[in-house]
């Protein structure tokens, strides 16, 4: 028998942008589906619902995995050993993430949010995966006050074959109760020349909400993967120089300390 208990953790659908603004423009929308999970309740979800599980096979599932592992101590344990690092500590830790479906998932981008910082600074932990298996974490400080502050940052992980390594990043975060707004802006020497914003509406977590998402959002993790290439095959088709990693980054552990 599930408990009926009233889950923090939440449910986020919504739409992933993307816009290339040279050589030539390339714009696109698509649909995603995440989770906004409280890492307090990460234990709790099979208690909860039928549909979504922590490191069990299921519909969906949050597995520890599929994210940063120091020394395979899970999730939580790991991204707090990580913000120890940077001196930072908080009990208050959410995961926004698109789970698992089936087994399969693929995230170019995971965050890691904290809040009640003793000095009214969050940390915001940016988890980017690429199409060869790595990861990388982005520690993001801003103000806990202020939202739409501009985060400038330099890139430090390959990640798109026509997007080179001499770049930066501007990211913002806008966080209302009805909406979450997540953006990147990627800057070479040139200025502008590449857009990444997800905006994202929650709504209670259940295995309601989770069975229209089946029909609302299928097959998500496979359709990321296909608009990736599908993407890819449309820049190379245009001309666009593939870049591939260096030798020497194909065998780095980006997360490694």
């Known amino acids: 028998m599930k408990q009926n208990h009233k889950l923090n953790s939440k449910l986020l659908t919504g ?32 208690q909860n619902l039928r549909l979504l599980s922590h490191n069990q096979f299921n519909v969906y599932a949050i597995n520890d995995k599929d994210h940063f592992s120091h020394e395979n101590s899970g999730i939580v344990d790991s991204i707090r050993w990580h913000l120890a690092q940077e001196g930072k500590f908080s009990d208050d830790l959410r995961l926004i993430t698109q789970p698992s479906a089936y087994g399969y998932v693929f995230n170019p981008v995971s965050f890691f949010l904290t809040s009640n910082m003793e000095d009214k600074h969050r940390i915001v932990v940016a988890e980017v995966h690429n199409r060869i298996g790595q990861r990388h974490l982005y520690n993001l400080s801003h103000s806990s006050e202020e939202n739409g502050e501009k985060i400038r940052f330099q890139k430090e992980f390959y990640v798109s074959p026509f997007l080179t390594m001499d ?18 802006d990627e800057y070479d020497s040139n200025g502008l020349i590449f857009q990444a914003a997800l905006n994202l509406q929650p709504q209670p977590l259940s295995d309601f909400s989770l069975v229209k998402a089946l029909f609302s959002h299928p097959l998500i993790p496979w359709r990321t993967v296909a608009s990736i290439y ?13 870049i591939q990693p260096d030798s020497e980054e194909q065998d780095v552990d980006h997360v490694a300390r």
């Open 15 to 46: 739409t992933l942008w993307h816009k290339r603004h040279r050589p030539f423009v390339n714009e696109f929308n698509k649909k995603v589906l995440y989770l906004d999970v409280d890492c307090n309740e990460l234990d709790q979800l099979h």
């Open 167 to 184: 770049c930066w990043y501007e990211f913002t975060i806008n966080e209302s109760t009805d909406n979450i707004y997540l953006s990147f």
């Open 230 to 242: 599908f993407q890819a095959l449309k820049l190379k088709l245009r001309g666009l120089p593939y």
